[in-house]
């Protein structure tokens, strides 16, 4: 084993991540951009671990999965489903601040794209659970991805059991390996800026590389303590990222949210 490989090892069994069953690529994709950044291993290790606790995000909010998955095969009709949906929203700080406004947040964008047939979600998160709430149909193509396993394998338990029979949810790391369906839209929420953070420019790769007709990117309009006003950080961030395309920007807002809908062109 190399050293590379040695790290990587390690920082998969350490207890913080274990449960997760981080994609090995993941890992070793931040290794080897921290490398290039430091000489000393020690720098690389402690650079990596910080790049690990903020693309994960452990602090946002986590239903107890083992007891989450026996649930829902439990469920059968659609008001438990629903219920259980919206408990799994609330557990995470992203979708639990969407929650109140839900209708309304998808009622606007929906505005501008048209009623999708097919949708990536990227970056998936818990916001999957969403789903039954969209007014979509049961055969709707919905493919979410995510790094977290147990995660992922929540979700699918969660279509299977709601007779969502196209909707998928994979463990993949959308920088390393960005996903190349095409889609009518691809939901990007709440993450763009944290992946600037672990890659400068690593946005405008992937905005680039996806092919879809409109690319949603939200972003949060104030800090986590909710003090600081992010609006023009996060404009600012958008602006560089699409530097070099004609595409079109609409912006909307919806509660502490702000949704890019960017128009790529037809795609599908
Ligand atoms: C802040 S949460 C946002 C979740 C969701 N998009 C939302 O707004 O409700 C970020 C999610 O992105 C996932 N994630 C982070 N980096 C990723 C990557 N490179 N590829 C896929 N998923 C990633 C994390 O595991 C986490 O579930």
Redesign the pocket.
């Known amino acids: 084993m190399n050293s590379l490989d040695i790290l990587s090892q390690k920082l998969l069994q350490t207890r913080k991540y274990r449960a997760l069953h981080l994609p090995p690529e993941?890992i070793r994709d931040l290794i080897e951009q921290e490398s290039q950044h430091y000489s000393d291993p020690k720098a690389v290790e402690e650079s990596v671990r910080k790049k690990l606790h903020q693309?994960?995000?452990l602090y946002?909010g986590d239903p107890d999965y083992e007891a989450a998955l026996q649930e829902v095969r439990q469920l059968t009709t659609r008001a438990e489903l629903e219920i259980f949906a919206r408990r799994m929203l609330a557990c995470?700080?992203?979708?639990r601040e969407?929650l109140p406004n839900l209708t309304d947040f998808y009622t606007k964008l929906f505005a501008i794209t048209g009623k999708p047939q097919c949708i990536l979600?990227?970056?998936?998160?818990?916001?999957p659970f969403a789903l039954p709430m969209l007014e979509l149909p049961p055969d709707i193509d919905y493919q979410a991805?995510?790094?977290?396993l147990p995660?992922v394998d929540l979700l699918n338990a969660f279509f299977k059991q709601c007779g969502f029979s196209a909707a998928h949810a994979e463990q993949?790391?959308?920088?390393?390996d960005p996903p190349t369906q095409s889609a009518e839209v691809a939901?990007?929420?709440?993450?763009a800026h944290?992946?600037e953070q672990?890659q400068k420019g690593s946005n405008h790769r992937l905005w680039e590389t996806l092919c879809v007709e409109y690319l949603l990117v939200?972003l949060p309009g104030s800090d986590i303590g909710k003090t600081h006003d992010m609006h023009e950080r996060m404009r600012n961030l958008v602006k560089q990222t699409v530097q070099g395309h004609t595409w079109q920007i609409k912006e909307v807002e919806c509660g502490d949210e702000l949704v890019f809908c960017i128009h790529k062109g037809a795609q599908v």
Request: hydrophobic share 40%.
């Open positions: 993941t693309l994960t995000a946002l995470h700080t992203s979708t969407r979600d990227l970056a998936c998160g818990l916001n991805y995510d790094i977290h995660r993949r790391d959308i920088l390393v939901f990007f929420f709440k993450e944290r992946m672990r939200s």
